[in-house]
Structure formats: structure tokens, C-alpha cells
């Protein structure tokens, strides 16, 4: 199926809100510009919306005039960037020093309001679409805080989707799964003590950075002895501090680190897992174990048949050999769980790669690819139409 004349007549006007963002990056739940950026876009087009969700979040939404179901569907995008700084050199690189749009939440937040700028201009459907979009993703809950602040109490929604860009994908496939698709994100902080001394005589000290070491290898065997082969988790140790000279062992050594999980049997059983290892093995040295384990988002899981149906939509869009429909879960995280929690839906990945923009997410010489807009604009008018005809 061919792109929308009209969308693509919108093509370089959104890639104009692109590059605008994409200057603009900002952090947290504290993206003033780019809310009011959106805002502005919103109050121009005459959509209505309503903000104040998590801070810096909005909720805009346009009625079909079709007729008068109550039917409703929430398109989400996220609009946070990331703390670190771009190593791009383009002219719209980013203008605010240590953020940047490595992860394309400037492109998702474009695909949305080309959405919504189109939807509000044809409403010819029969129902309302909720256009959502939420700050704070990468790692502030956003999406949790939106909930909190009355996101399904004040709006009724039915179903809820979002798109992600993927480098590792071709531009112009998509992939979503009827189950799994990104997994559950714990963090992990130990403190490993033991007894100060000096080093020439460690018979009189109790060494914390073999206790610890122990600890980072025996945390590995976690996966591969006591987790069903079968299902998927991680653990990675990534932060060890600890010793201040060559000749003194030192009273303690903070290890940290991050778990990642699908089920939550398996998050259960590795945070009691850690907890045992860490204390069993620091006792068998004399020394003692501090754990702190704290539980982040949950996996984010999409419902069969609204999965199924969002897999329809792009499939008819692209064909279907383009369409991958069990695609293997990342172990990355995303706070469209919360949402998915609530309410069926589905989360899906757009292809963005090809011989240009084939920089991962989260790297410095990341950017979204803007040949993208006009496809990520008709699968969201798409999958509205026929949501609501279904
Ligand atoms: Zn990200
Ligand atoms: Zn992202």
C-alpha cells in the first residue's frame, strides 16, 4: 500500500519538528521546551489537550465525527532524551551540552503530532484517538506517573500502542511480538565488608575484594545453574569501587549492578538468589554482606490478539514478508509496561536502519532517520482506522 499523498506532502514539515527537538534535548521529568513545543503544535492545529501528567506530560485527543461509539484507542510516544553528549556534527545537533536524543524520542514525538495533525484534519472515524505523550522514559517512569495522575481516570482508552524505531531493523519492516518485548529492569547494590589491614599481612585482615570478586563470578552462575535454560534473564555486575593504595586492603567494596527478567518467578528467584549468594559467600570469608535490591519496570509484555492486529496493520502497509511477527524480546527496558499493564495493547518496533543511520540507540553518533516520519505517520492513521472498524 502506498504512503498517503497528503503525508507525504507533510514529510518535510515533520522533518523540520525533528530537528527541532532534536536540538532541544532535555531529561527527566523537566522537558519544558519540549512539552511546550508540542503544545504550541497542539494549539495551532486546534487540538485539545491536557497537561500537567508527570509533570511535563500531555494528553491530546481528537473525536471522529463518523458517529457516536465510544470506542477509544491511546497512541503513545515518548519525548525524553538521554544525559550524554553527542558526538554529531550536524546542524542539528544537539544545543543543550550533555543531553541528547540518542534513543529517537524526537522522531517518535514527530510521528505523533504528524498524526495527530492528519487525524484532526480527516476525523473521519467514529470514536476518539488519545495522543499521549510522555516524558521521562528512560529510567524516571514516566509512563508510571502518568497513570498516577489520572491518565485512565480521565480519559477512558480502551487500548493502547506505541512505536520504537529500531537500528536493528531495515527501514521499512516492523517487528512485534504476541508475547514479550522488553524485559523487566531491576537494580542491584552490595556492599561487601570486611576487616582493614595492611597488605603484606592478610592473615590479620579479612579481605573484601576477594569476597567480592567470589561474589561477581558466583552471580553469573545464578543464570546459567539455578534459571531454566529455557527462559531468558541477565545479571550484569557493572560497577566494583573499592581500595585506596597498592599496599593496604581496605574495609569494604561496593559492588553494583543491573537484572533483567520476563517473568516474575524468575525476578523473585534472582533477587533472593543474589541476596543468598552474596551473604553465604561473604560469611564463609568472615566478612558480611549488604544488599539492596531495588525493582524498576516491569516487563513489558504485548496482549495476543491486539498484537496480532497491530502485526495485520503493517503488514498491509509493507507486506507481509516485511512484518516480523515473533521477534526476539530485548532485554532493554521500557516504561510502556505500566500502560501495558492497564490496558491491552501492543508495542512494536519500526525499522530504521539503512547504509546512514545505522548507529545503535544510546550511542553518541546515534539520530533517528527521518526517511521514517511518512511511514511511522500511516501506520498510526492506519492502525486507527481499522481499530476502529474492527
Ligand atoms: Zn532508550
Ligand atoms: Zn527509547
Not at 202 to 218: G, H
Amino acid at each position: 500500500m502506498p504512503i498517503l499523498n497528503s503525508i507525504n506532502q507533510m514529510q518535510d514539515e515533520m522533518k523540520t519538528w525533528r530537528q527541532e527537538l532534536h536540538r532541544i534535548p532535555e531529561i527527566g521529568l523537566e522537558e519544558y521546551k519540549t512539552s511546550s513545543y508540542i503544545k504550541e503544535k497542539l494549539k495551532k492545529w486546534g487540538i485539545e489537550y491536557k497537561d500537567g501528567y508527570s509533570n511535563t506530560g500531555i494528553v491530546a485527543w481528537v473525536r471522529g465525527t463518523k458517529g457516536n461509539s465510544d470506542k477509544s484507542i491511546g497512541l503513545r510516544a515518548d519525548f525524553d532524551a538521554l544525559p550524554m553528549t553527542e558526538r554529531n556534527n550536524f546542524k542539528h545537533k544537539s544545543t543543550n551540552k550533555g543531553m541528547m536524543h540518542a534513543c529517537g524520542h524526537d522522531g517518535h514525538t514527530s510521528m505523533l503530532l504528524g498524526a495527530a495533525k492528519y487525524l484532526s484534519e480527516n476525523p473521519d472515524f467514529d470514536g476518539t484517538v488519545h495522543f499521549i505523550f510522555q516524558p521521562g522514559e528512560e529510567g524516571f517512569g514516566g509512563g508510571e506517573k502518568m497513570i498516577q495522575d489520572g491518565l485512565f481516570q480521565d480519559f477512558k482508552i480502551d487500548e493502547v500502542y506505541a512505536l520504537h524505531n529500531w537500528p536493528g531493523l531495515k527501514l521499512g519492516q516492523f517487528g512485534v511480538s504476541t508475547g514479550p518485548m522488553m524485559a523487566a529492569v531491576d537494580e542491584f547494590d552490595i556492599v561487601v565488608k570486611g576487616k582493614g589491614g595492611h597488605a603484606a599481612m592478610p592473615d590479620l585482615a579479612v579481605d573484601p575484594v576477594i569476597i567480592a570478586s567470589q561474589i561477581i563470578n558466583s552471580l553469573q552462575t545464578i543464570i546459567s545453574r539455578i534459571i531454566n535454560p529455557v527462559d531468558k534473564a541477565l545479571i550484569s555486575v557493572t560497577k566494583i569501587h573499592g581500595g585506596s593504595a597498592y599496599n593496604v586492603i581496605d574495609d569494604e567494596v561496593k559492588l553494583g549492578g543491573t537484572v533483567r527478567t520476563f517473568k516474575n518467578e524468575t525476578r523473585d528467584l534472582i533477587e533472593k538468589k543474589i541476596n543468598d549468594t552474596a551473604k553465604g559467600i561473604a560469611i564463609a570469608n568472615g566478612g558480611e554482606a549488604e544488599i539492596q535490591y531495588y525493582r524498576k519496570y516491569p516487563a513489558t509484555i504485548n496482549s495476543k490478539n491486539e498484537s496480532i492486529f497491530a502485526g495485520n496493520v503493517a503488514k498491509e502497509l509493507v507486506g507481509e514478508k516485511n512484518v516480523i511477527t515473533e521477534v526476539e524480546p530485548s532485554m532493554g527496558g521500557e516504561d510502556f509496561s505500566y500502560l501495558l499493564n492497564e490496558k491491552p495493547g501492543s508495542y512494536l518496533y519500526i525499522g530504521q536502519n539503512d547504509n546512514y543511520h545505522n548507529a545503535h540507540l544510546h550511542t553518541t553518533q546515534y539520530d533517528f532517520n527521518d526517511n521514517l516520519l511518512p511511514l511511522g505517520v500511516n501506520y498510526w492513521i492506519e492502525l486507527v482506522k481499522k481499530f476502529f472498524q474492527k
